[in-house]
C-alpha cells in the first residue's frame, strides 16, 4: 500500500470551578453589562458577566462564506475532492486516511447536486463561517466586549489556512471547526462551572474524531493542561466521564473496520511520520507557524498566550499548555504538516484581542484620537495587503495560466487544474484499444486523485472504474480480475511503478503523454 497523504457537589449539574480572576481579567467583560446595547450588538439579554454576541462577527462570517462560494468553480476539483466522491461511491465505516465524515459529506453532495464543484464546496464554505462565529465567540468567552470578538473573527477570517482549506472539501475544514467549539466549550465549562457541558463537548469530540483522529490529540493536550494547572476538580466530575465515553462511542465504527482491516490507519501513520518527521521538518514547522494566522497578528496570538498562561485560571493554562504540548509533538511527529496545530491559533487571537482591548481601556484617557486613528490606518494598510496575498495564495482568483507561482507554498491550486485534460487523454487511450482487448483490460493509477478524475469525470465517456493501491483504493479491488491488459497512468518520478511494470509484463509501451497546461 502506498500511503498519500474533586467534584465536590456530584449530584449537582454547576460549580464554579475555575478559580479566581486573575490580575488581568475580571468576571465582568470591558463595557458588557449594565447598558443598552449599542448599535451592531445582540439585542438579547446577555448572560452574567459577558459582554452581548456581536452581530458584525456574523457579517464578518457571511462575507467569508460569499468569498468561499464565489470562487468555488474556479478551476476544477482538487484531488482528494476526487478521492472523497470516490470513497462516496464506496461508502465503509472507515478508510484507511480518514474516518467516515468527509466521505459521507461527499456522499450527501453526490445525492444532492451530482458531481458539482460549487455543490461539493458548500460544505466546506459552511464550515468556514461557523469557525469565524466562533472565533468571535471564543473572545466573548475570554470576557471580550465588541472590538475583541470582531477582532477575534476577523483574525480567523484572515488566516491562510482556514481561506486555503475551506476553499475545497477535505477533513481539515471541519477539523478547524471542530477543535474551536470544543475550545469554546471547555472554556465555557471553566467559567459557569456547568459539569454538564462536558455532555456536548463530548458529542463534538465525538464528532471530530469521525473526520479526523487529530482532535483526539488536542483533547488529549486539554486534559493534561488542566491537570497542570491545578485543575483535578475539573476532571472528577462524573459529567466527564459521560462525556469521555460518549466521544469513544462516536469511534466504535472506525475501531471495527480498523480491526477487520489490519489497523491500516496505524500502520500508515508510522509510515507518514517517517517521511514527515526529522529535524529538517521540526525546524520547518516551527518556522511556518508564523504563517499560520495572518502575519500581521503576530503579536496578538503571542499575546494571548501570555494572557492565558498569566491568567491564574486552570482552563485558560489548560489551552496554553495544550498549544505548547501539540507543537512540540506535531513537530517532531509530522513536521511537514505544519497545519495540524492551526486551530489552536484562534483562541490564542481570542485571547490576544481580548487583552489588547482591556490595555486600550485602562489607557484610553491618555491616548490621543490622532494617535490611535493613525494606528488603526497603519495597520489597515497592512492587513489590507496581507490578505490580497493571502486571497492570491489561497483562492483561485488568477488566471490558472499565472497560478504556478503559488506551487512552492500552497501546491492545491496547480492540482485542481488540467482534470479534464487527463482524463480526455486516458479516455482516447482507452478507446484505442481493439474491443476485445478492451474486453481483458483495465485502467490502473499510482495516485487516488486520478483515480477519482477518471471515475468521477469519465463516466459521462463510459470509461470503466480505475483501480489504484494508494491508501484506500488498494482495498477497493484490482478491478476486473480476468484482465490481460493494463492502461498504467504513471507520474514522471514513479521509478518504482515503471520497474514493476517492466517485471511483471511481457510487453510495455509508452502510448501517452500527458501535461498539465
Do not use: C
Request: glycine content about 12%; overall charge positive; charged content about 15%.
Amino acid at each position: 500500500r502506498r500511503t498519500g497523504r474533586n467534584d465536590g457537589g456530584r449530584d449537582r449539574g454547576r460549580q464554579v470551578m475555575d478559580g479566581q480572576p486573575g490580575p488581568e481579567m475580571t468576571d465582568r467583560a470591558p463595557g458588557g453589562t449594565g447598558a443598552s446595547p449599542a448599535p451592531g450588538e445582540a439585542r438579547s439579554m446577555p448572560e452574567p458577566g459577558l459582554a452581548p454576541v456581536d452581530r458584525r462577527i456574523f457579517v464578518v462570517a457571511a462575507a467569508v462564506f460569499a468569498l468561499l462560494m464565489a470562487f468555488s468553480a474556479r478551476y476544477g476539483f482538487y484531488r482528494d475532492e476526487l478521492y472523497f466522491l470516490d470513497g462516496a461511491r464506496h461508502l465503509s465505516l472507515s478508510y484507511v486516511d480518514q474516518p467516515i465524515f468527509t466521505p459521507l459529506v461527499a456522499r450527501l453532495s453526490l445525492d444532492l447536486f451530482g458531481v458539482s464543484l460549487t455543490g461539493i464546496r458548500l460544505w466546506p464554505a459552511l464550515a468556514a463561517f461557523g469557525t469565524v462565529v466562533t472565533g468571535g465567540l471564543l473572545a466573548r468567552e475570554f470576557g471580550g466586549g465588541r472590538t475583541a470578538q470582531l477582532v477575534g473573527a476577523l483574525g480567523v477570517a484572515t488566516s491562510p489556512v482556514l481561506l486555503a482549506a475551506d476553499h475545497t472539501l477535505g477533513t481539515t475544514s471541519f477539523d478547524l471547526l471542530a477543535w474551536s467549539a470544543l475550545a469554546l466549550v471547555v472554556l465555557r465549562i471553566g467559567r459557569s462551572g456547568d459539569m454538564r457541558l462536558w455532555m456536548p463537548a463530548g458529542v463534538i469530540l465525538g464528532l471530530g474524531l469521525t473526520n479526523k483522529h487529530s482532535i483526539g490529540f488536542f483533547a488529549l493536550a486539554l486534559v493534561i493542561g488542566i491537570l497542570l494547572s491545578g485543575g483535578r476538580s475539573l476532571l472528577a466530575s462524573r459529567y466527564f466521564a459521560v462525556g469521555a465515553l460518549i466521544a469513544v462511542a462516536f469511534t466504535i465504527p472506525d475501531l471495527w473496520w480498523q480491526s477487520q482491516h489490519g489497523w491500516a490507519t496505524i500502520a500508515m501513520t508510522h509510515v507518514l511520520a517517517q517521511e514527515n518527521g526529522g529535524l529538517p521538518n521540526a525546524i520547518t514547522f516551527i518556522v511556518s507557524q508564523l504563517f499560520m494566522a495572518a502575519p500581521f497578528l503576530i503579536g496578538v496570538w503571542i499575546f494571548g498566550l501570555r494572557f492565558l498562561w498569566r491568567s491564574g485560571r486552570p482552563v485558560w493554562r489548560a489551552l496554553a499548555w495544550s498549544y505548547g504540548l501539540l507543537v512540540v509533538f506535531f513537530a517532531l511527529t509530522s513536521g511537514a504538516k505544519p497545519y495540524y496545530v492551526a486551530a489552536t491559533y484562534f483562541f490564542l487571537l481570542a485571547a490576544g484581542a481580548v487583552a489588547f482591548e482591556q490595555r486600550r481601556a485602562s489607557r484610553a484617557k491618555v491616548r490621543g484620537r490622532v494617535r490611535a486613528l493613525l494606528i488603526w490606518l497603519g495597520a489597515g494598510v497592512v492587513a489590507g495587503a496581507f490578505v490580497l496575498v493571502t486571497l492570491a495564495l489561497a483562492l483561485p482568483v488568477q488566471p490558472a495560466s499565472r497560478s504556478g507561482w503559488t506551487s512552492a507554498i500552497n501546491p492545491v491550486q496547480i492540482e485542481t487544474i488540467g482534470w479534464p485534460e487527463f482524463v480526455g487523454t486516458v479516455d482516447h487511450v482507452w478507446h484505442q484499444l481493439p474491443p476485445a482487448q478492451r474486453a481483458g483490460a483495465v485502467i490502473f493509477t499510482g495516485n487516488y486523485g486520478e483515480d477519482g478524475a477518471i471515475n468521477e469525470l469519465g463516466r459521462a465517456d463510459h470509461l470503466p472504474e480505475a483501480v489504484g493501491g494508494q491508501n484506500t483504493d488498494w482495498w477497493w479491488g484490482p478491478g476486473n480480475p480476468r484482465a490481460t491488459t493494463v492502461v498504467a497512468v504513471v507520474q514522471s518520478g514513479y521509478g518504482q511503478l515503471v520497474t514493476m511494470l517492466h517485471r511483471d509484463f511481457a510487453h510495455v509501451r509508452i502510448v501517452a503523454t500527458i501535461g498539465n497546461p
